[in-house]
Every structure is written in C-alpha cells, then in structure tokens.
C-alpha cells in the first residue's frame, strides 16, 4: 500500500489555473495507476483523471477532458493534476487514489485515498 497526501488546492477566480500534487510514500508508488476524483458538497464522487503507472494511458471525465491534465514523476513519487480554465462548477474536494490496475482506480475501486484538498473557483 502507498499513503498519500494531496496539496495545492486554494481559491482561485474562474479562467484561473490551478496544480494539485498528491506525494506518496512507499517504494512501489511507480508501479501504481494514479487518479484523481473530486467531490462536491452534496454530489456523488466524480473521477476526474487516472494515468498507468508507467504514464503511457491516460483516462479523463467528460466534464474536464480539455482542461485538465494529469502527469506524474515517478522519481518523485509525485503525480499531479494540471486545471485550467477552471469554473465554479470544478469546485470540489479533490481526492488523489493509486492502486496497481488504472482501469480499477479510474472506476473509483482504488484502495489507497488520500485525504483531500478543497478547490473553489469564484465566479
């Protein structure tokens, strides 16, 4: 298993960008698909974003495909989720998830989460 801890989220305008980053602990973090998934108040989780552990296969929401994008270093045990062009409509906790299948995490099955980090977008 891998602990992870997502930062970088904030306040921000709508047109404004924002990076999340979801730093994990353990040796084995870069052979884990990564995700990203967000969750408004009084909303259903979303997924939002999933790589392979190897970078080579990337998986977006409707909602954000466009805007958004996910990378990762594995070097640094850090993946990432770029937003552009963000809207008040992005506004959410988001959540970062690994797990060894990218088709597991981006279904939302991932068993390791992290705790969240709260975007708003003003309008």
């Known amino acids: 298993q891998v602990q992870l801890l997502e930062s970088g989220g904030g306040l921000v305008q709508a047109g404004d960008s924002l990076r999340l980053s979801c730093a994990a602990s353990?040796?084995?973090?870069?052979?884990?698909?990564v995700g990203w998934f967000r969750q408004a108040p009084g909303k259903e989780r979303e997924f939002v974003a999933a790589?392979?552990?190897?970078?080579?296969?990337?998986y977006y929401g409707d909602l954000v495909k466009g805007r958004f994008t996910i990378s990762r270093d594995n070097a640094k045990n850090t993946a990432y989720l770029q937003m552009n062009i963000l809207k008040p409509e992005d506004t959410a906790v988001y959540y970062c998830?690994?797990?060894?299948?990218?088709?597991?995490?981006?279904?939302?099955?991932?068993?390791?989460w992290g705790q969240g980090t709260q975007v708003t977008v003003s309008s």
């Open positions: 790589m392979s552990w190897s970078g080579g296969t990337t």
């Open positions: 353990g040796r084995r973090f870069s052979r884990y698909a």
């Open positions: 998830a690994a797990d060894e299948l990218s088709s597991t995490v981006a279904a939302g099955r991932a068993l390791n």
